[in-house]
């Protein structure tokens, strides 16, 4: 990739990471909102955001503000949403909030996405590991960057 071309998938990078943030604020969860788009050839394929799964309550955690065990996060919302679409994920960019956990890491790798981008590192970086371990390309842009 010649630098113009880099400048620019940085810039979408940026701008992209920008409306996975946006996104994040439809999250109820008080904990933590986050947010999370699939791209494929400069198209928004899906989002998600972490929540209760369809149907249940809008309340993400307990009256001891512990996340309930059901609540999705927006990573495995964003995939099970291209499974009931048209669409395939299949050598797709997923921009997220947060990074990824081991299980939605499990989930990105079987959903082919090629190419992860997050803004927030989170202490546990075995979900990360994973993706490069799959030779998914992970890119960090921090919150600042943006």
């Known amino acids: 990739m010649n630098n113009s071309a880099k400048a620019k998938q940085e810039a979408l990078d940026k701008r992209y990471i920008r409306m996975a ?5 439809n999250s109820y969860c008080i904990r933590r909102q986050v ?12 989002d998600g955001y972490n929540g209760t799964p369809a ?33 395939s994920s299949d050598g ?3 921009y997220v909030t947060a990074s990824p956990c081991i299980e939605c890491a499990k989930l990105i790798i079987q959903a082919g996405i090629k190419r992860v981008v ?3 590192k989170y ?4 979900g990360i590991e994973l993706l ?10 921090a919150m600042s960057d943006k």
């Open 21 to 25: 943030s946006i996104w994040a604020e």
């Open 55 to 87: 149907g249940f309550e809008n309340i993400c955690e307990d009256e001891n503000n512990v996340t309930k065990p059901y609540v999705l996060h927006a990573e495995a919302n964003a995939i099970t949403k291209i499974a009931r679409s048209n669409n």
């Open 123 to 126: 202490r546990l970086e075995d």
């Open 118 to 120: 997050y803004s927030e």
């Open 92 to 94: 797709a960019t997923m």
């Open 132 to 141: 490069k371990r799959a030779g998914i390309e992970v890119v960090y842009i």
């Open 35 to 46: 947010g999370a788009l699939i791209v494929k050839d400069q198209m928004i394929i899906s």
